[in-house]
C-alpha cells in the first residue's frame, strides 16, 4: 500500500526565475513604418508595457515569420498569438493592465 505525499506546486517549483516567468508581450516594429508610428504615439509607455523588436534585425524578423507567417508589422504577439493591425494592437494595449513582469535584470 502506498501513501502519497501531496506537496503545493509553489513548495517544489522554488522562487520564481526569469526561466519560469510567462513570456512578454512582443511588439514588432520598423521605424519606417507609418502604423508603428501610429501604435507609438497612441499607447501611453509602451516601451514599459511590451518589448519592442526592429525586424531590420535579422533574427526579430525570423522571430516574427515563424510566429505570425508574415513580416508585416505593427504586430503584437502576446502567448504565441499575433496580432496585426495599429487599431487592433493600440485598442488591446490600452484596455488591458501592463503586460510585462517584473524582472530584476
Not at 517549483?13 to 516594429?29: D, F, H, M
Not at 509602451?46 to 518589448?51: D, H, M, N, T
Not at 534585425?57 to 505593427?74: A, I
Not at 487599431?87 to 490600452?94: E, G, P, S
Request: charged share 25%; net charge neutral.
Amino acid at each position: 500500500m502506498f501513501k502519497w505525499l501531496i506537496i503545493p506546486f509553489f513548495l517544489t517549483s522554488g522562487a520564481p526565475t526569469k526561466e519560469n516567468l510567462p513570456p512578454r508581450a512582443v511588439l514588432y516594429t520598423k521605424d519606417t513604418c507609418i502604423y508603428c508610428q501610429k501604435v507609438f504615439s497612441h499607447v501611453a509607455d509602451l516601451e514599459s508595457r511590451v518589448e519592442i523588436r526592429d525586424i531590420r534585425h535579422p533574427e526579430y524578423r525570423e522571430e516574427l515569420l515563424k510566429v505570425g507567417h508574415k513580416t508585416q508589422v505593427p504586430c503584437l504577439v502576446v502567448n504565441g498569438v499575433a496580432l496585426y493591425e495599429s487599431d487592433q494592437i493600440i485598442l488591446a494595449l490600452n484596455s488591458s493592465a501592463p503586460t510585462t513582469q517584473d524582472r530584476n535584470d
